[in-house]
């Protein structure tokens, strides 16, 4: 295949072809490779777009990573009935909520600062 930007389906398939055949060999062509790989990665992100997850959906999945409760997460959200209303979606993350989960809790400020994927939010504050 000769290396040149993925325009279609068609071109994206030859180069995932390639790849595969590649990574079967002893000693892949390194270069070959990573150019094919950022080439594919191009038409991903153009054509196959992943979109940041829900906020609410990263809290309380971050917290069965760490074992938390919602108590453990008024250190980071306010009292119990501000972790309540954001876990159930009845209030957005404030800023210095979303600073304290960042710095507490390691999460991605991008992922808290996304829009949650629930329409009750949509009027909230």
């Known amino acids: 295949m000769k290396i040149r ?16 055949e590649l990574m079967e060999r002893p000693k892949p062509d390194a270069d070959r490779l990573e150019l094919l790989a950022l080439l594919v990665r191009d038409y991903e992100d153009k054509h196959y777009p992943i979109d940041l997850p829900d906020p609410v959906e990263t809290i309380t999945f971050r917290m069965e990573q760490m074992g938390l409760t919602r108590k453990d997460l008024e250190k ?50």
């Open 5 to 20: 930007i993925l325009r279609n389906e068609a071109d994206y398939e030859a180069a995932l072809v390639e790849i595969e």
């Open 76 to 125: 980071y959200i306010g009292s119990r009935s501000k972790v309540s209303e954001v876990l159930n979606g009845k209030r957005r993350l404030s800023l210095s909520m979303i600073r304290a989960l960042h710095d507490g809790l390691g999460i991605p400020a991008e992922v808290l600062l996304g829009r949650p994927h629930r329409p009750e939010l949509d009027n909230a504050a």
